[in-house]
């Protein structure tokens, strides 16, 4: 089945919108496969099924349609460029005020991965810290709302095809070894890790106040007021100076004021402004 | 960009050829690691290989390890794209100086995440 | 014979039904939900295929994957993303059913402790001649309909 053109600029255009996700020409097939099992569950085939969605365009299946072409970027180190400036630029940062202390007389660093999905990226942030922090110092916390997403967690067993996304091969063979037809994340590593189910909206979790926090690609899915909401709660639980990773393409600019904003490495990063906090 | 996909199988070499096209890829074909080195040593100025493990005549790491013995050919980025996937196995590909192992079977995404982390591909928010 | 794996590590799931999963999933549909087990009375081939990779090392055995040849070929068009209309050869079906035989059989391979090496693939329309005394494990698949079956055979 070949999807109308303006089935696939309806969507494309949909999805770059809420998730900045770019779907180009070439990746109808993408879009058909994702939206089958959603078009079927409604007696439709792709076409009718977007139709009946402009139509109506109910928020909940919006969402429901940019999800099912945007989930499966669970990848590792997504993006990239926030783990290195996690290393090169952050985590000097905050823990400049305490280097000079014998290692046992220094705070833990403590990260909080919001949103966390099944585990990728708070492992990805323990295995770019290992080398520079020992692990004995990493205090990790990382929440998602879904129960079985923190069992997944905290199990920290994955597929082959799982690890084959964006893992660098010697990170795999240091960090994981096999347990049967899945890699299974080293010990050391997920007790640096403590997951726990969390609502966004709700009373911060356990484990702050925290240096550095990752939520990424997760306020594109807000609406305004859900986004200040979620950034004033952050703001909270953030140490002075702390600071804020968000997704590729989002920002706290024209949503919340109390943060500057820190160009590093091709993108940017998000300091909590002193006297800025709750 | 050229890349050199090497596979005993016509079917995974016309898989990752497609796979490796849309990502700007001009691909050359060889059936073992032999073949593959007549190629390079021939003249062709290729920046990635794609090298499956188990090949007759010459196999995915004694290329792997010829390649990195020529000067001539170190700015080649080797990636292993191998059914071969116990944490030994890719011990020992590395250690031999392949840059990038990716476990058969593969989607597209995968490899193109692996040419990313490699800078061979560019990041962008685009499927 | 007991294929000596650790079933522990498994709780509970089938490894050799996710490898093929994983596969089929990856590289032959794209998507998950078109493979599943065989359900009832496992009728016989027709006309059949047979591709298999041998695993040579402190546990020696066969995987070897047999289907129809009409499937084989639908999974060749499947995995290659060939148009109904496109014309496959004989070589073509032959190298494709040979390569999923490969994937499937090196994950099997890295299931067991201290894997060996893992053989060429080889495929031929006779089923290879096997002892039904080493017969380790046999999984009959559905593939859009279609009948596959893997089976595991010790190499004594």
Known sequence: ?278 | MRALVIDDSRTMRRIIAGVLRPLGFETVEAGDGREALDLLEAGADVDLACIDWNMPVMNGLEFVSAVRDNRDWRDVTLMMVTTESEHSQIVRALAAGAHEYVIKPFTADAIRDKLQLLGLVPFEESV | ?156
């Open chain 3, 1 to 156: 014979m007991k294929l000596d794996l650790d079933y522990a590590v498994f709780a509970g799931t089938d490894p050799i039904y996710e490898i093929a999963d994983e596969v089929f999933t990856a590289m032959i549909d794209g998507e998950q939900g078109l493979l599943s087990l065989w359900e009832g009375e496992v009728p016989p081939f027709a006309r059949q295929m047979h591709a298999w990779v041998d695993v040579h090392g402190a546990i020696s055995g066969r995987v070897l994957l047999s289907t129809e040849q009409a499937t084989a070929e639908h999974l060749t068009r499947a995995l290659l993303g060939m148009t109904p209309d496109e014309p496959v050869a004989d070589g073509d079906i032959v190298d494709a059913l040979g390569e999923v035989a490969n994937v499937v059989g090196g994950n099997v391979k890295a299931l067991v402790p201290d894997p060996g090496a893992l053989s060429l693939p080889q495929v031929t329309h006779e089923r290879p001649p096997t002892d039904p005394e080493s017969l380790l494990y046999e999984l009959a698949l559905c593939w859009r309909g279609q009948l596959l079956v893997i089976t595991l055979w010790s190499l004594a």
């Open chain 1, 1 to 278: 089945m070949t999807l109308a053109p303006d089935t696939f600029a309806y969507v494309a255009d949909l999805v770059r919108r809420r998730s900045a996700l770019n779907l180009q020409s070439g990746k109808e097939y993408l879009v058909e496969s994702r939206l089958l099992p959603l078009a079927r569950a409604e007696g439709r085939d792709v076409d009718a099924y977007v139709r009946a969605l402009r139509a109506a365009p109910h928020p909940t299946t919006l969402e429901t349609v940019v999800e099912a072409l945007t989930t499966n970027e669970t990848s590792w180190f997504r993006d990239s460029q926030p783990f290195k400036a996690l290393v090169d630029h952050v985590v000097p940062a905050v823990t400049s005020a305490s280097a000079h202390l014998p290692l046992a007389a220094r705070p833990p660093l403590r990260i909080w991965s919001a949103a966390c999905s099944s585990g990728q990226e708070p492992y990805s942030i323990a295995m770019a810290l290992a080398d520079a922090v020992p692990l004995t110092q990493l205090r990790i916390i990382a929440t998602d709302l879904s129960q079985r997403m923190v069992e997944r967690g905290r199990a920290g067993r994955y597929s082959q095809l799982e690890v084959n996304r964006g893992l660098p091969a010697p990170m795999l063979v240091k960090h994981f070894s096999r347990a049967g037809a899945e890699w299974e994340v080293a010990a050391g590593l997920r007790n640096a890790v403590r997951f726990e189910r969390h609502n966004l909206l709700d009373a911060p979790p356990v484990g702050g106040p925290f240096d550095v926090v990752f939520m990424r690609n997760v306020l594109i899915y807000f609406d305004l007021a859900a986004k200040r909401e979620a950034l004033a709660r952050v703001r909270r639980v953030l140490k002075p100076g702390g600071y804020l990773l968000l997704g590729a393409a989002e920002t706290t600019i024209g949503v919340d004021e109390a943060w500057d904003r820190v160009p590093v490495g091709g993108g940017s990063i998000y300091r909590l402004t002193p006297g800025r906090a709750a």
